[in-house]
């Protein structure tokens, strides 16, 4: 069993700033990709940004002002989120490839619960 558990959503003021975690635990026996993605009321899912094999690639709305991070002892990502905007308001997911120790030759696609982030005055 692997789980993926956010934290560090919250309410802030526009200009402000925000730091997202993602730890997954559980029987793991290796990561590949891991990721953010969002989803605003109305709206699809969209990638946030994605690191595998030590790239990352953002989306272009948040270049600049996002940016992540993994600790790979920890099996756990980051995003921190600066200059946040109204449009940045969302549920944020994490998700991680993960191959299990009960699979080997195997690799799923978690996602987190979700973390509401809400950018406004």
């Known amino acids: 069993q692997v789980q993926l558990v956010e934290s560090g959503g919250g309410l802030v003021q526009p200009g402000g700033s925000l730091r997202l975690s993602c730890a997954a635990s559980g029987s793991i026996f290796r990561i590949g990709a891991m990721g953010w993605y969002r989803q605003a009321p109305g709206k699809q899912r969209e990638l946030v940004v994605v690191t595998r094999r030590g790239n990352t690639n953002y989306a272009d709305s948040v270049k600049g002002r996002f940016t992540s991070s993994r600790d790979n002892t920890k099996n756990t990502l980051y995003l921190q989120m600066n200059s946040l905007k109204p449009e940045d308001t969302a549920v944020y997911y994490c998700?991680?490839?993960?191959?299990?120790?009960?699979?080997?030759?195997?690799?799923?696609?978690?996602w987190g619960q979700g973390t509401q982030v809400t950018v406004s005055s």
């Open positions: 998700n991680a490839q993960i191959t299990t120790t009960q699979a080997v030759d195997i690799t799923y696609s978690y």
